[in-house]
C-alpha cells in the first residue's frame, strides 16, 4: 500500500471511506469512494464495538473490491465534539551559531505536547500557529536559519483516551492498522482554505447525523470550534414520528423529498411504489422539514455569532449530506443575514460526493504533511537523542510519514 492513502470517515450514521493513489509527483487521485450504514454510534462516541467492528470489515470488504489490493492500513477521524483545544508553546536552546534542525524542531514539538493535560486526555495532533527565531516571530518553517532560541506557539488537540481507545480497537479488530487520528476540523479546513481565502475570516457548519460542528479560522489557522448535539436524525426522527413509519423510510423521505415532490407535480408515480406525497399529507412533510432545517441552521449560526461577528467573517462554508438537500432553507439564511453561504463541493469521481468531503480532506491533510516532512528531511538531519515522545495510547501509532520517504 505504499502508494494508496485510505482514511474513513467513522460517523453516527454511516463509515465513509477514501481511496486515493499518489502518483510520482506526490499528487493524489481518488481511486475508490463507499460507505456503510453504522448503527454503533451514538453521538460520535461507538456505543457498541462489536457491531462498529463489523461494519468496518465490510467496508474494509468492499474497498479490497474496488482497488483490488489489500487494505491494511487507514487514517481515522474524529469528530471535533470530542476534542479540546489547548493553547501550549515551548522554547529550545540551539547551539549557538548553528542553524535549526528538524532535530530542534521535533524537541519544541515534544515540549509543547508536555503541556498541562489531564491524565484522562491523549493529544492527537499539534497544529504548530508560529515559530519565533531569536525573536522573530511568524515563522512557518525555521529549518536551515540560524538561531540560538527557537520557540513555537502550537495549538494542541486532546482526547478522551476512552474514545480513542475505542476508536482504535474497533478499527484493528478488523484487521487494519490506524496510521494517525485527524481532528474532523483540520480535514475540515483542507476543504476551504486556499492561497486566496488564507488571510482571511472563514466559518465553517458541518452537519452530521446527531452533532453539528461549528469551526472558525484566522488566518489560515483553527481559532475556534464547537458544536451543539443536533443533526440530520432530528430531521428524520421528526418525520418518523409525525408519520408513524419506520427510521428507513423517514430517512428515505429526508434525502429525496425534492424528487418526491417533482414526481408529484408531474403526476408520475414509480411503479414499484407509492409517492409518499400521495400517501401522506404532502405539505406536512415539506413543513417538518423545513421547521427543523430552519432550527438547525438557526442555532449553528447564532453559535458561530456569539463567538464571532457573522459580519466580520470573511466566508461562511457549509456542509453534511443531509442539509445541503435543503437549499432553499440555506437561502433564506442568507437573506436574513446578508452573507452567502457557500457549500462545501467535492467533486470527485464525477459526482459532487458530500458525504465523503470529510475523508478527502483528512488526505489532503495527510498528503501535505507527508510533503512537508519530506521536503524538511532532504534539508536537515536528525538526532534521535533529541527527540522527546509522550508515552500513552497514541505511541502505538507508528509515525505516519516513514512510508512515504
Not at 152 to 170: D, G, P
Request: aromatic share 6%.
Amino acid at each position: 500500500m505504499n502508494n494508496l492513502l485510505v482514511a474513513f470517515d467513522i460517523g453516527s450514521y454511516k463509515i465513509s471511506a477514501v481511496v486515493a493513489k499518489v502518483d510520482s509527483l506526490k499528487q493524489m487521485q481518488v481511486i475508490a469512494v463507499t460507505s456503510v450504514k453504522n448503527y454503533g454510534i451514538g453521538k460520535s462516541v461507538i456505543i457498541n464495538m462489536e457491531q462498529t467492528t463489523e461494519v468496518i470489515k465490510k467496508l474494509k470488504a468492499k474497498l479490497e473490491s474496488l482497488v483490488d489490493q489489500p487494505i491494511n492500513e487507514t487514517y481515522i477521524n474524529i469528530d471535533s465534539a470530542l476534542c479540546k483545544i489547548v493553547d501550549s508553546s515551548a522554547t529550545v536552546e540551539t547551539i549557538s551559531g548553528k542553524v535549526v534542525t528538524e532535530a530542534d524542531v521535533n524537541e519544541a514539538i515534544a515540549i509543547a505536547k508536555d503541556s498541562v493535560v489531564p491524565n484522562s486526555e491523549e493529544v492527537i495532533w499539534v497544529y504548530p500557529l508560529e515559530y519565533i527565531v531569536d525573536n522573530h516571530a511568524g515563522i512557518k518553517n525555521p529549518l536551515g536559519q540560524r538561531a540560538k532560541e527557537l520557540s513555537l506557539n502550537a495549538k494542541l488537540f486532546t482526547a478522551s483516551k476512552a474514545n480513542i481507545e475505542s476508536l482504535v480497537q474497533c478499527v484493528e479488530a478488523a484487521g487494519i492498522e490506524v496510521k494517525a487520528i485527524i481532528p474532523q476540523s483540520l480535514a475540515l479546513e483542507k476543504l476551504v482554505v486556499n492561497d486566496v481565502n488564507k488571510d482571511k475570516s472563514l466559518g465553517i457548519i458541518d452537519i452530521g447525523a446527531e452533532t453539528t460542528d461549528l469551526s472558525i479560522y484566522e488566518n489560515g489557522s483553527i481559532i475556534y470550534t464547537s458544536h451543539i448535539p443536533l443533526g440530520g436524525n432530528n430531521i428524520t426522527k421528526d418525520i418518523l414520528t409525525c408519520l408513524s413509519i419506520s427510521f428507513e423510510e423517514a430517512e428515505n423521505i429526508k434525502l429525496n423529498q425534492k424528487q418526491l415532490k417533482v414526481e408529484k407535480e408531474k403526476e408520475t408515480k414509480n411503479d414499484e411504489e407509492v409517492n409518499i406525497y400521495d400517501k401522506y399529507n404532502g405539505n406536512m412533510i415539506d413543513e417538518i422539514i423545513e421547521a427543523r432545517a430552519d432550527e438547525l441552521l438557526s442555532f449553528a449560526l447564532e453559535e458561530i455569532h456569539n463567538q464571532k461577528s457573522l459580519k466580520s467573517l470573511d466566508n461562511l462554508f457549509i456542509t453534511g449530506g443531509g442539509i445541503l438537500h435543503y437549499k432553499d432553507n440555506i437561502r433564506k439564511f442568507e437573506e436574513g443575514i446578508d452573507k452567502s453561504i457557500t457549500p462545501i463541493e467535492n467533486n470527485i469521481m464525477e459526482k459532487n460526493n458530500y458525504i465523503y468531503s470529510i475523508p478527502v480532506g483528512m488526505l489532503k491533510l495527510v498528503l501535505e504533511t507527508i510533503n512537508t516532512n519530506r521536503k524538511q528531511n532532504s534539508n536537515s538531519s536528525t538526532d534521535e537523542s533529541k527527540k522527546k515522545r509522550k508515552k500513552g495510547i497514541m505511541s502505538k501509532i507508528k509515525h505516519f510519514i516513514q512510508d512515504f520517504r
